[in-house]
């Protein structure tokens, strides 16, 4: 644990570093926020105050719609292109023939930059909560909390089968675009899953986001207690506890699979 702990220091200096040398895309990128946040907000003064799906209000809907997502997105993203990276600048065959376990090294990789991720979603909703006054009543913020770990956790899972895809095929982009879809249009994001049709709400209950999207709108502006959160917990623990070491197996084997073919550093 010591060792990883000092593994993990060392990249967070690295891009703790990084980021100070690019400052100009920092502000960019809250600017960026900034505009997203007044354009959900008119988007949701456009449908009209009338519109609450899930009886939530649905400018707080699409806050935590669109920041999930977002992270989501992100976040797996970075698995996919902390190994393209280590392929394209040949450090790959390298890290690969370390004592570290191939899923530490990608872990390590992105821990930090997962971190920043998880800020900038926080901040965004906050922000978006600040600027335009939405009311919280007596929030379940412990809840919320339970949730987002939870998660985390799947999040991490599928970014480590997107890393095992680009480690394969060199296509790991591929997964993101069927993630990025498939969040967008199955999970409640921007509209309530209530309206697909009933063979696609099915579909919508197996994927992970729904569950993440429901519970931390529950715990944040319905106040729901863990009762009615058992649910949304429940089904992210489960997914949780299959797909993470799936998906730790799944890269160990990719890795194997790339040595023994001769492809570790294809890109």
């Not at 000092?6 to 990084?18: G, H, N, P, Q, V």
């Not at 930090?112 to 913020?141: C, D, K, M, Q, R």
């Amino acid at each position: 644990m010591l060792r990883l702990a000092d593994k993990l220091l060392s990249i967070a200096r690295r891009d703790l570093l990084t980021a100070l040398r690019y400052r100009t895309g920092f502000m960019l990128h809250s600017a960026g926020m900034l505009i997203e946040i007044v354009a959900l907000y008119y988007l949701a003064r456009a449908v009209g105050p009338q519109f609450h799906p899930d009886g939530i209000a649905y400018f707080p809907f699409l806050l935590i719609g669109a920041s999930y997502a977002t992270f989501l997105a992100t976040g797996v993203s970075a698995f996919v292109h902390a190994v393209r990276e280590a392929q394209v600048t040949g450090t790959m065959e390298v890290l690969m023939t370390t004592a570290t376990p191939p899923h530490h090294i990608v872990v390590l990789t992105v821990l930090s930059t997962y971190g920043t991720y998880l800020l900038s979603t926080l901040v965004f909703v906050g922000a978006g909560i600040i600027l335009f006054h939405v009311p919280l009543e007596h929030p379940n913020l412990a809840g919320a909390l339970l949730v987002l770990v939870l998660s985390i956790l799947t999040a991490f899972s599928l970014g480590i089968f997107a890393a095992s895809f680009q480690v394969i095929t060199q296509k790991g982009v591929a997964v993101l675009w069927l993630l990025n879809a498939a969040t967008a249009f199955l999970t409640g994001t921007m509209f309530p899953i209530s309206v697909l049709p009933g063979f696609l709400q099915k579909l919508s209950v197996l994927i992970p986001v729904t569950h993440s999207l429901n519970g931390l709108r529950l715990a944040l502006f319905r106040g729901a207690g863990f009762r009615e959160l058992a649910g949304p917990v429940l089904a992210l623990a489960v997914c949780s506890a299959v797909l993470l070491p799936l998906s730790i197996l799944s890269f160990s084997w990719a890795v194997r699979k790339a040595k023994l073919e001769g492809s570790v550093a294809f890109y």
